[in-house]
T-cell receptor, first 112, second 113 residues
Framework: GESVGLHLPTLSVQEGDNSIINCAYS??????FIWYKQESGKGPQFIID?????DKRQGQRVTVLLNKTVKHLSLQIAATQPGDSAVYFC???????????FGKGTRLSVIA | KAGVTQTPRYLIKTRGQQVTLSCSPI?????VSWYQQTPGQGLQFLFE???????NKGNFPGRFSGRQFSNSRSEMNVSTLELGDSALYLC????????????FGEGSRLTVL
């Protein structure tokens, strides 16, 4: 597959455990945040989003937490599965149709 | 519903040549964004088109250009290729522009020799 990042931080997790991926965003004016998952050889895929008027949002097996005070975003994956192995990106933007700015990414490796 | 389609998937060029990449967005989506992805820089925004107009532009030299057609299909062109242009070029479409969910294609992998 294609390498999307040779020097990405890597998180190794045992199958069945919970994963927490962290992201520090840069712009205090950002009010919309998205987590994307990118598998080898594919484009990024939307996982979950959150707006700045919320501090937590849950999806299926995933939860995003937003701490605007310290400009921190996290993605929690419950009961991590081998299919969750991928690179995860946070992205931020603010109202007015400004471009999404992506973080550098974290590689999640699930150990079976 | 068909996803975002990018062509070609892989291509090899030499320095000084030019390249044109194509993107067909999801039906009904009027916004198309382009990103360059490299191991060192990650995902970098190139430009966004909405209803045939460039609405946002990233910090890339003028060698990088794009356009959007009336059917929302988009092309990007890179002229006078340099070795550093080797990258995965990703196209994403959206119904709401950049503040909504972006749907990405699988990318065009460009190698410049």
């Amino acid at each position: 597959g294609e390498s999307v990042g040779l020097h990405l931080p890597t998180l190794s997790v045992q199958e069945g455990d919970n994963s927490i991926i962290n992201c520090a965003y840069s712009n205090s004016a950002s009010d919309y945040f998205i987590w994307y998952k990118q598998e080898s050889g594919k484009g990024p895929q939307f996982i979950i989003d959150i707006r700045s008027n919320m501090d937590k949002r849950q999806g299926q097996r995933v939860t995003v937490l937003l701490n605007k005070t310290v400009k921190h975003l996290s993605l929690q994956i419950a009961a991590t599965q081998p299919g969750d192995s991928a690179v995860y990106f946070c992205a931020e933007t603010h109202s007015g149709n400004t471009p999404l700015v992506f973080g550098k990414g974290t590689r999640l490796s699930v150990i079976a | 519903k068909a996803g975002v389609t990018q062509t070609p998937r892989y291509l090899i060029k030499t320095r000084g040549q030019q390249v044109t990449l194509s993107c067909s967005p999801i039906s009904g989506h009027r916004s198309v964004s382009w990103y360059q992805q490299t191991p060192g820089q990650g995902l970098q925004f190139l430009f966004e088109y909405f209803s045939e107009t460039q609405r946002n532009k990233g910090n890339f030299p003028g060698r990088f250009s794009g356009r959007q057609f009336s059917n929302s299909r988009s092309e990007m062109n890179v002229s006078t290729l340099e070795l550093g242009d080797s990258a995965l070029y990703l196209c994403a479409s959206s119904s709401q522009g950049t503040t909504g969910e972006l749907f990405f294609g699988e990318g065009s992998r460009l190698t410049v020799l």
